[in-house]
């Protein structure tokens, strides 16, 4: 059975940091790009950041560069989001996704790309 599980959210003040897990079981990891995307309440799910299984390169769209940062340990089929100097305009539900074809890369991560997702953990941070 394939399984994404996100952990790792809460609450939080603006300045603060975060760090998100998704654990995948039930399909090859090292096969799959994985994304990190967030849905605000009110607003479309949006693509953040992901990480290439070719190569290991990452993405991230403008408004969580330099603060965001993905990372992967395929020993432990994990991808991580650290999450820095976050914001209130953060909050969201955060889910990770994977991607068979590995499409990350070159343009926000694209909801229709993704093959499985978790089932998302809350980020609340307060001004």
């Known amino acids: 059975e394939v399984q994404l599980v996100e952990s790792g959210g809460g609450l939080v003040q603006a300045g603060g940091s975060l760090r998100l897990s998704c654990a995948a079981s039930?399909?090859?990891?090292?096969?799959?790009?994985i994304a990190w995307f967030r849905q605000a309440p009110g607003k479309e799910r949006e693509g953040i950041s992901c990480i290439s299984s070719s190569d290991g390169s990452t993405y991230y769209v403008d408004s969580v560069k330099g603060r965001f940062t993905i990372s992967s340990d395929n020993a432990k089929n994990t991808v991580l989001l650290q999450m820095n100097s976050l914001k209130p305009e953060d909050t969201a539900v955060y889910y990770c996704a994977a991607d068979g074809s590995d499409h990350c890369g070159f343009y926000d991560p694209q909801i229709f790309e993704y093959d499985y997702w978790g089932q998302g953990t809350q980020v609340t941070v307060s001004s």
């Open positions: 039930g399909f090859t990891f090292a096969d799959y790009a």
